[in-house]
């Protein structure tokens, strides 16, 4: 078995496609829009591709992302174990639930908690909510955007270029953003998307505004993609009840951490 740097994208596809909805990050960031910022490595032997990383590098701090079906992690560990050295300073990671004991001798690890992958397993849910009064967000919106995330999400991951996917939208009240909802990951071309960015305003919450206004975003992806994901974490329960509403289920489980390289 050897590790290599892969820059084909359709070698890349072919792998990922084997479980569409664990990799839909990877697969969504195959995308012209995301590629110029992702670095790919993979696990190889005689038969071909066993396990595959993924590192990203389009916000503040790179994101590694290596995750798998639990039959081929033993590969995974094997992929992980050649890459360490290799890694940056500091990083985010996105692993299969152990692999993160792997980076322990060389780095610290601060855990982010538990994470669900979740998918839209049920497409017909979301088209019989009434969306009705949930509207579309540009970039002329951007100083409303960031201040609804500084009360109701901070420090979530947000790309303000994202905007130009035309997939984030909101609900509002007297004019006031209450409840926003968009896309980390999204490709017409690979027809794939990630849900992200979802949040409703402390003042409004637990009024059914996060479950219309995602069903709007899902409603407005069906019509371009085929498959649609999203992560969350494990005790966001009332996050977890709202997209288990709208016809996600949840499919795998993995941990996130902050990763910062030793003082020896």
Known sequence: MKAVCLHDKSTIETFLRGNVFLNIYGLGDLDDFFWPDTTWHALTDETGIQAIALIYAGGKLPCLHIHTEDDKIVYAEKLLHYLVPTLPESFHAHLNLGLENILTERYTLRPRGKHYKMALVNKSLPLNIDTSQVTGL?????????????????????????????????????????????????SSKYRVAALGNVTTHPNYRCKGFGT????????????????????????????????????????????EYNVELKSF
């Not at 409303?144 to 009360?151: D, G, T, V, W, Y």
């Open 138 to 186: 540009s970039k002329s919106h951007l100083s409303e955007i960031l201040n609804i995330f500084e009360k109701a999400y901070p420090g979530n991951f947000f790309e303000p270029r994202m905007l130009d996917t035309k997939q984030y939208f909101c609900i509002r009240q007297q004019g006031e953003l209450i409840s926003i909802a968009g896309v980390h990951v999204y």
């Open 212 to 255: 219309t206004v995602t069903a709007k975003v899902c409603q407005s992806l069906l019509t371009e993609t085929d498959h649609i994901g999203l992560n969350v974490k494990a005790d966001n329960i009332s996050a977890i009840k709202c997209y288990e509403k709208l016809g996600f289920d949840i499919i795998d489980s993995y941990g």
